[in-house]
Structures are given as structure tokens and as C-alpha cells.
């Protein structure tokens, strides 16, 4: 099992910056992919970033490349995404992810573990 657990949401301006961090416990974090997904109210789960097991390749859903960054810290056990020019639209429940594989997916059945999740409210 891996356990996960988001923290670096808040409430920001639009066209602000926010950093979400995701620790992870349990088995060895450098054997998994990682991603962040998000959700937000009346809407599905939708992909937002992924990084492979070495952090050598990363992905973006459309919505936030050129503005959001991921990375990982395999020695500290930490997934990051750094979010910069935040807009309303990004406004939902962020959550960190891992799947036993080393490469990235983009849907949501492609995880197997799952964190509780992190709000982000960008204001107007």
C-alpha cells in the first residue's frame, strides 16, 4: 500500500501562484508513476499532470501547459505541482496519484492509489 497525502492548496487571487505537495509513505515511491488529477464540483476527474517513475518524462493536460509544473524528489518521497497565471477555471479539489508503473497514464483507472485531495480556489 501507499499512502498519500496532499498539502499547499489555499484560496488565490487569479494570475497568482500556488504549490501543491504530496508526501508519500508505504512502498518505494521511486517504483511508481505519479500524477496529479482534480475535480471539480458537478464535473469528472480530470487529468491535469503525470511524471514517470524517474521523473525523466512529464505530461500535461492542455488546460495547464506552459503554466503548471510537476516534479518529484524521489529521496524525500515528495510529488510537487508548481502552478503559476492560476485562472477561476482551475478552481476544484486537487489530488495526488500513484499507479504500480513505472510510466504515466491519463485516466483516472489508470491509478491505484489515491490521495484525500487539496482545495484550490482562484478568485476573480
Known amino acids: 500500500q501507499v499512502q498519500l497525502v496532499e498539502s499547499g492548496g489555499g484560496l488565490v487571487q487569479a494570475g497568482g501562484s500556488l504549490r501543491l505537495s504530496c508526501a508519500a509513505s508505504?512502498?518505494?515511491?521511486?517504483?511508481?508513476?505519479m500524477g496529479w488529477f482534480r475535480q471539480a464540483p458537478g464535473k469528472e476527474r480530470e487529468f491535469v499532470a503525470g511524471?514517470?517513475?524517474?521523473?525523466?518524462?512529464?505530461t500535461y493536460a492542455d488546460s495547464g501547459k506552459g503554466r503548471f509544473t510537476i516534479s518529484r524528489d524521489n529521496a524525500k518521497n515528495t510529488l510537487s505541482l508548481q502552478m503559476n497565471s492560476l485562472k477561476p477555471e482551475d478552481t476544484a479539489n486537487y489530488y495526488c496519484?500513484?499507479?504500480?508503473?513505472?510510466?504515466?497514464?491519463?485516466?483516472?483507472?489508470?491509478?491505484?492509489?489515491w490521495g484525500q485531495g487539496t482545495q484550490v480556489t482562484v478568485s476573480s
Open positions: 496519484t500513484g499507479r504500480r508503473s513505472l510510466y504515466i497514464a491519463t485516466t483516472a483507472e489508470g491509478y491505484d492509489y
Open positions: 511524471i514517470t517513475y524517474n521523473g525523466g518524462i512529464t
Open positions: 508505504g512502498r518505494t515511491f521511486s517504483n511508481y508513476a
